[in-house]
Each structure stands twice: as structure tokens, then as C-alpha cells.
């Protein structure tokens, strides 16, 4: 007889259709030791026990989500989010498998004056012990200081950080001024690092919410209106202004509203090296909810930056994201219940930003950009998994389903149905902003590092299962590009015969 923990190793899927972002073909994959070992029709793999077998004929199969963008219990505004790397997370993780996702990267967010490298052993503290599925952090830059630039320098060293997030919004909290952005752009040039913003004019956040309150809007529309698209896209095109003045590569985070996207489009038609992130909710979902008549379907909605009142948004950023104007989709899961968000029922600057998706986001992309018929099968693995792993410099051991990478594997139905709602999904909180929303495309089985950790409704994950995974810098998609100019696109002096005339005395000074 086999070993019995062979069964778990060695995995045979069957009969499906291999989907990776270039091409989809019908092939069976092996898999061992958590790697995918080949990928051929009719495979036979040896010795033919302790093989588990699954059967995806009729169905595809893709590379696991990446989401690139959660806060699984984060401590934030007076609270804390409800998904967290366990309870919180065992359901917040489990969510992320049960929907097609088998890598998160969350943040580390240091108080302003505070250590980043503390702020990133507390939050690998918390997930380590927790977590269901491989995980990566990006860390916060929220002030500036020498000791700031050593311990970036550090992180990229040490830790396998590649990315850092700046907060152009969260005034007095974590705001950063353009100065500071200056010097955080350039030292994630210099460290082969990405710089991603948080994109909103926070002083004009500040200012209008003030208006709004002193106007007697208190309610959660009023979050929308002290902060509209153009406060969003005026940070996201200074932001793209000075990331090109140091020839830092940059990632506009929850990408929310049409103009923001267009300052995205034109910079990178202008051969600026930028990359956007549409998120779930801004794909899926629209800010007329802020003016529901229910103040908690209303307040439930609140996110920074918000969602947008006009409802051709959502189908305008996902044009972009099939148009490869925006490339990569997180989910800024960050989520908090009705009693939370009620910390904000007479003054709507005090309810807590945040919304859910890290278990509907496959499916939400799936409904409204391929079954609509605006982006194909590959598009959607680009924009799901394998532009996050190449932006972020984890591919193709990530993204992609090719010998030797990690077998994080989703067999896809994309014929199914389910439909979206708080009474059936798996996250902590008591809100779903998707409810009701019928989607094709539905995840039958999610396969973690050759172990199938969820299929058909039933999960089979231990806390802690998954690994921290390290990210070195220069990740060559982004820095080829960014390497090169830096050789050849230095300004140079005009080279001319010193002036030796006349010069005029200063003003003041006796001839
Ligand atoms: O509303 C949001 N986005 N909450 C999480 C914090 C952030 O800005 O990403
Ligand atoms: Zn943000
Ligand atoms: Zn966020």
C-alpha cells in the first residue's frame, strides 16, 4: 500500500482546459510536492497509486487569485476590521479560498513617528500563526525621517518587501505632503521597489467635510460629496507627476472613479510607468447606494476613495481593465459591521472606510467583464493573478500554471451560477455590497501549493497553512523599462564657451 500522505501530494487534474494569460489549451496537470510538475494531454503519471485525481473536463483551469490589496484585521479609525487573519481570518482566508483566491497581500501600516519594520513584524505576527493561504505585505510609508529611508532599505533587504504605499488622504493620520512623497518615491527607485498611492487630495477631504457637516449633511452620502472624482484624480495625476520627475514606477491603489482612470490611461499612453488598480467594489458596485434611504445599506457602502454616483462607472473601469488601461484587481478588503459603521450614525466622517470582496471578486470580474463579452478567458487570469505576480515580482512561480510553478490552482465552472448574498458567503461580516447579484462563473475546487483546500462548498485548511512569501525588488516587468532610462534619459548640460562680458552689479551694491 501507498504512504497515505501521498494522496495529498501527488494530484492529478484531468480533462480541463489549461488557462494561462497568453493562451488556453486542454491538458491535463500534475502536480507534487505543492509544484506543478507537468502539464500535457493524457498525462500517466508513476507510480499510478496515492494519486488523487480531479476531474475538470468541461471546465477551466486557472491560476489562483492574487488579491493585492486587503486589511485583514486592521486596526482603523476607532476600530478594528472584521476579517481578520483567522476567526477573522479562518473565515477572512476561507472567504478568499472559497472564492477562487489563493494569495492576499495585505499592509502593514505604521502610526506616523512610528518603526515600519515594527509595523511589519506585527502584522506577520498576527497572520503567521492564521492564515489559510500564502500571503505577502506591502508596507505604509506615513511620515518621513532617515531612520524611514534605512528601514525601507531594510525591508526590501531583509523581509521581501517590494512595495510601499504612501496615503495622499487621512490627514493627521497618515498623510504624507508632496515633499515627503518626493523623497518615497525616490527611495523606491533607488531600492527597486514599488511606490503605490493611496490617491485623494486629503486637504480638500478635510475642508469638505467640514462644508458638508456645517450644511447639516451628516449621513453617508455626505462621505461621496465632500470628496469627489476630482479631488481623486487631481492626487492620482500629481502623484503620476512626480513618480515621472524621479522615474519611479508607480501603482495607483483602488482605482474608484472614471477621471482618476483617465489620468491612469493617458500617463501610461504617454510611456509613463504606471499601473492601476480597479478593485471589486468599484467594479461591481456604484455610490448611489450612498443616498439609499436605509442608513446602514447606505453607511455599509463607505469606502475611501468612495464609490462614484454615476452608475456608467463600473462598466467604464472594466473597459479600461480589458483595454490593459488599468491591469491588476484587488479587493481593499477592509470589512465592518453595521454596529461598527454605526460608530458614524450622526457625522459621517467617523464611519469606518471599508467594504468587502475578497471572496466575490473572481466571480464579480467573471460576470461583468467575460460573460458580458468584454474580455476573454486570458484577460481575466491577467487581470485576476498573473499582472499582480509580474508587477509584484512573483511570477511565474505565482500567475501562472507552467511546470515548476506553485500548484495554486483553481478549477473554474464558468457555466455556473451563484448568487451573491450575506446569508451565504463566508466573511465575518453581516453585509455583503454584492447581495443579490447573480454570477456566472463559480470556483468548484481551489488547490493551495498542490493541496485541494476547498471543492464544492467544503474547505480542508489548517490556521497557519499558509507561507509568507518574499518578493525581491526589480521586478523585471516594471524596472526593465525604469533601469534603462535611468542610463539614457539623463538631462545633460548644453555644452558652450563660458559668458566672459559684462556682468550688472547686483542691486545695492556701489559701482
Ligand atoms: O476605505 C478604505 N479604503 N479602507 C481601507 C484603508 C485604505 O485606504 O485602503
Ligand atoms: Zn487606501
Ligand atoms: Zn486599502
Known amino acids: 500500500m501507498p504512504p497515505q500522505n501521498l494522496a495529498q501530494q501527488r494530484l492529478l487534474i484531468k480533462g480541463g482546459t489549461v488557462v494561462n494569460d497568453d493562451c488556453s489549451a486542454v491538458a491535463d496537470v500534475y502536480v ?20 488523487l485525481v480531479l476531474d475538470a473536463s468541461n471546465r477551466l483551469v486557472i491560476p489562483g487569485g492574487i488579491d493585492t490589496h486587503t486589511h485583514m484585521q486592521f486596526p482603523f479609525m476607532g476600530t478594528r476590521s472584521k476579517d481578520d487573519f483567522y476567526t477573522g481570518t479562518k ?27 515594527e509595523a511589519f513584524d506585527t502584522w506577520k505576527s498576527w497572520a503567521d500563526p492564521k492564515v489559510c493561504c500564502d500571503y505577502a505585505l506591502h508596507v505604509a510609508v506615513t511620515w518621513w525621517s532617515n531612520q524611514v529611508k534605512e528601514e525601507m532599505k531594510s525591508l526590501v533587504q531583509n523581509k ?34 514599488i511606490a503605490q498611492v493611496h490617491a485623494e487630495n486629503g486637504e480638500l477631504i478635510a475642508q469638505g467635510a467640514k462644508k458638508m457637516l456645517a450644511m447639516g449633511i451628516t449621513g453617508p452620502e455626505g462621505h461621496e460629496m465632500c470628496r469627489p472624482e476630482e479631488v481623486e484624480a487631481e492626487a492620482t495625476q ?22 482618476a482612470a483617465r489620468v491612469i490611461s493617458n500617463a501610461r499612453r504617454e510611456g509613463k510607468v504606471v499601473y492601476g488598480e480597479p478593485i471589486a467594489a468599484s467594479l461591481g458596485t456604484d455610490g448611489t447606494n450612498y443616498w439609499n434611504q436605509d ?13 462614484r454616483p454615476d452608475p456608467s462607472t463600473p462598466g467604464f473601469l472594466m ?23 454605526a460608530l458614524g450614525k450622526d457625522d459621517f466622517t467617523k464611519i469606518p472606510n471599508g467594504v468587502n470582496g475578497v471572496e466575490d471578486r473572481m466571480s464579480v470580474i467573471w460576470e461583468k467583464g467575460v460573460h458580458s463579452g468584454k474580455m476573454d478567458e486570458n484577460r481575466f487570469v491577467a487581470v485576476t493573478s498573473t499582472n499582480a505576480a509580474k508587477v509584484f515580482n512573483l511570477y511565474p512561480k ?8 506553485d500548484a495554486d490552482i483553481v478549477i473554474w465552472d464558468p457555466k455556473a451560477t451563484r448568487t451573491i448574498s450575506a446569508e451565504t458567503h463566508h466573511q465575518a461580516n453581516n453585509f455583503n455590497i454584492f447581495e443579490g447579484m447573480v454570477c456566472h462563473g463559480v470556483p468548484v475546487a481551489t488547490i493551495s501549493r498542490g493541496k485541494v483546500v476547498y471543492e464544492d462548498g ?33 538631462p545633460v548640460p548644453v555644452k558652450r564657451a563660458p559668458y566672459t562680458d559684462v556682468v550688472s552689479a547686483a542691486p545695492g551694491t556701489p559701482n
Open 32 to 51: 507534487e510536492d505543492g509544484v506543478v510538475q507537468q502539464v500535457g494531454p493524457n498525462l500517466t503519471p508513476q507510480p499510478p497509486y496515492g494519486l
Open 91 to 117: 473565515v477572512g482566508e476561507q472567504a478568499a479560498l472559497a472564492g477562487g483566491t489563493t494569495m492576499i497581500i495585505d499592509f502593514a501600516i505604521p502610526q506616523k513617528g512610528c518603526s515600519l519594520i
Open 160 to 193: 521581501g518587501v517590494n512595495s510601499f504605499k504612501m496615503f495622499m488622504a487621512y490627514k493627521d493620520v497618515y498623510m504624507v505632503n508632496d515633499e515627503e512623497l518626493y523623497a518615497a518615491f525616490s527611495c523606491c527607485k533607488e531600492l527597486g521597489a
Open 238 to 259: 500629481r502623484a503620476v507627476t512626480i513618480a515621472h520627475a524621479v522615474n519611479c514606477p508607480l501603482y495607483v491603489v483602488h482605482v474608484m472613479s472614471k477621471s
Open 295 to 307: 442608513w446602514a445599506h447606505a453607511a455599509a457602502h463607505v469606502m475611501g476613495p468612495p464609490l
Open 319 to 341: 473597459d479600461l481593465l480589458a483595454n490593459d488601461d488599468l491591469s491588476v484587481t484587488g479587493t481593499d478588503n477592509c470589512t465592518f459591521d453595521i454596529c461598527q459603521k
Open 398 to 405: 505565482k500567475g501562472r500554471i507552467a511546470v515548476g510553478s
Open 458 to 490: 467544503t474547505f480542508n485548511v489548517t490556521a497557519g497553512e499558509g507561507k509568507y512569501v518574499s518578493r525581491p525588488p526589480f521586478p523585471p516587468h516594471v524596472y526593465k523599462r525604469v533601469r534603462q532610462r535611468e542610463k539614457v534619459c539623463q
